[in-house]
């Protein structure tokens, strides 16, 4: 079966000062999830299931990536988010740690990365 393109997303913000981080398109790895705002602003939520680790990209500041922790059911974030932001992040998040919960050591190759307790 030839691959093709699940979805795909414009670039709204300014390409000139900086483009989408290829961490952030590639990797069959990593979960992806993309989400716009109110305001036309855009993210992008990375989470790679080899080392555990979830980025977000947000457009308004140049899609620099912004580490994403949990810690006791909060999400963290070096960014400020709305309310419907932080509701979504939080799904993603759940979403793409789920899968990790429930694969024996092997798929994985360590039982305890990308864990959430």
């Known amino acids: 079966m030839a691959e093709e393109i699940a ?3 414009r670039n ?15 990797g069959d790895h990593r979960y ?7 305001h036309g602003e855009q993210l992008i939520f990375v989470y790679d299931r080899k080392t555990g ?7 308004d500041v140049d899609w620099e ?4 922790t949990e810690e006791t059911g909060v999400m963290k974030a070096d960014i400020i988010l709305d309310v419907f932001e932080r509701e979504w992040l939080s799904i993603c998040w ?5 899968l990790i919960r429930r694969l ?14």
């Open 7 to 9: 979805f795909s997303a």
């Open 94 to 98: 759940r979403t793409a740690t789920a």
């Open 104 to 117: 024996p050591k092997s798929a994985t190759g360590d039982a305890d990365r990308g864990a959430v307790r």
């Open 65 to 68: 990536p912004r580490e994403v």
């Open 32 to 38: 992806r999830a993309y989400y716009e705002n109110q």
């Open 12 to 26: 709204r913000h300014n390409a000139a000062v900086s483009l989408i981080p290829a961490e952030a398109r590639e």
């Open 53 to 59: 680790r979830g980025v977000l990209y947000h457009g």
